[in-house]
T-cell receptor
Framework: RKEVEQDPGPFNVPEGATVAFNCTYSNSASQSFFWYRQDCRKEPKLLMSVYSSGNEDGRFTAQLNRASQYISLLIRDSKLSDSATYLCVVNKNTDKLIFGTGTRLQVFP | DTEVTQTPKHLVMGMTNKKSLKCEQHMGHRAMYWYKQKAKKPPELMFVYSYEKLSINESVPSRFSPECPNSSLLNLHLHALQPEDSALYLC?????????????FGPGTRLTVT
């Protein structure tokens, strides 16, 4: 079993739609959780850190469920510019991040 | 300002060449990383420097040699590479003494080995 699992997609959604991505992790001792977005042929960019209480940044909401070892990202009112690959990332120890394989999102007009 | 810079942006090298990739950050971060990323795959960790000391080497072949001259700079020396080493090489940095360990990536060097 992979340490961090994501549905690879692609998720094809129209502009304005709400879309949710899920991610599960296997190491119950994981401490920190992140969502990164990566555009084609570009570097990953930090989208959000994910906190136990859940957190929101504009149209983006992240949730963490430690009991189920599950992280989610909700994007409301999708824009064309949201098209990218979304990487779920888990901190295994102080220096090492574990990346999921990414979920590809394509928003169409 | 969360900026990590990398040079060069693109590099083409033969299997007998020696070249170096450079990375710089001015955020006062104490941990710096090298990753390799192939198309449609997530980044794979290669090396970690923490407080200028090599703390993780993910069993990377010796044809890749990292160097951390100071807390702001990270180099990756390349020698006798193979075509399968062609990839995007990403540098990242983080505040090693913070609890969240968010990493910030540079734009990468796209390497082609011929």
């Amino acid at each position: 079993r992979k340490e961090v699992e994501q549905d690879p997609g692609p998720f094809n959604v129209p502009e304005g739609a709400t879309v949710a991505f899920n991610c599960t992790y296997s190491n119950s001792a994981s401490q920190s959780f992140f969502w990164y977005r990566q555009d084609c042929r570009k570097e990953p960019k930090l989208l959000m850190s994910v906190y136990s209480s859940g957190n929101e940044d504009g149209r983006f909401t992240a949730q963490l469920n430690r009991a189920s070892q599950y992280i989610s990202l909700l994007i409301r009112d999708s824009k064309l510019s949201d098209s990218a690959t979304y990487l779920c990332v888990v901190n295994k120890n102080t220096d090492k991040l574990i990346f999921g394989t990414g979920t590809r999102l394509q928003v169409f007009p | 300002d969360t900026e990590v810079t990398q040079t060069p942006k693109h590099l083409v090298m033969g299997m007998t060449n020696k070249k170096s990739l450079k990375c710089e950050q001015h955020m006062g971060h104490r941990a710096m990383y090298w990753y390799k990323q192939k198309a449609k795959k997530p980044p794979e960790l290669m090396f970690v420097y923490s407080y200028e000391k090599l703390s993780i080497n993910e069993s990377v072949p010796s044809r890749f040699s990292p160097e951390c001259p100071n807390s702001s700079l990270l180099n990756l020396h390349l020698h006798a590479l193979q075509p399968e080493d062609s990839a995007l090489y990403l540098c990242a940095s983080s505040q090693a003494d913070r609890g969240t360990y968010e990493q910030y990536f540079g734009p990468g060097t796209r390497l082609t080995v011929t």
